[in-house]
């Protein structure tokens, strides 16, 4: 069955940075809607970043310029670039998957889901 595995989660001071990884198995992430969510104790879980099946990527307007998507179709790896990392961006990370399709904020539009990282920055 589909898998995606994070990692690279961590605890970081302000102004650090952190790659986080998002590992497939029984799945291809090369033409996918990906995202990476996030999730705070207490709110919601809130969209990050995305890309869709043509590689276009956006983000949230917390994160746009520090944080960067990206995909390793060889290694069938999705990956998150933090940088300028703010205690604001404490929480669990979530990566997530479609197949096909426009990619979205929306948590309802994916159907995997991997277990999350969690990332602490003080």
């Known amino acids: 069955h589909v898998q995606l595995v994070e990692s690279g989660g961590g605890s970081v001071q302000a102004g650090g940075s952190l790659r986080l990884s998002c590992a497939a198995s029984?799945?291809?992430?090369?033409?996918?809607?990906m995202a990476w969510f996030r999730q705070a104790p207490g709110k919601e879980r809130e969209g990050v970043a995305n890309?869709?099946?043509?590689?276009?990527?956006r983000y949230a307007h917390s994160v746009k310029g520090r944080f960067t998507i990206s995909l390793d179709t060889a290694k069938n790896t999705l990956y998150l670039q933090m940088n300028s990392l703010k205690p604001e961006d404490t929480a669990m990370y979530y990566c997530?998957?479609?197949?096909?399709?426009?990619?979205?904020?929306?948590?309802?539009?994916?159907?995997?889901w991997g277990q999350g990282t969690q990332v602490t920055v003080s």
């Open positions: 997530a998957a479609r197949a096909g399709g426009d990619s979205s904020f929306n948590p309802l539009w994916y159907a995997y």
């Open positions: 029984e799945y291809t992430f090369s033409g996918s809607s």
């Open positions: 890309i869709d099946g043509h590689d276009v990527s």
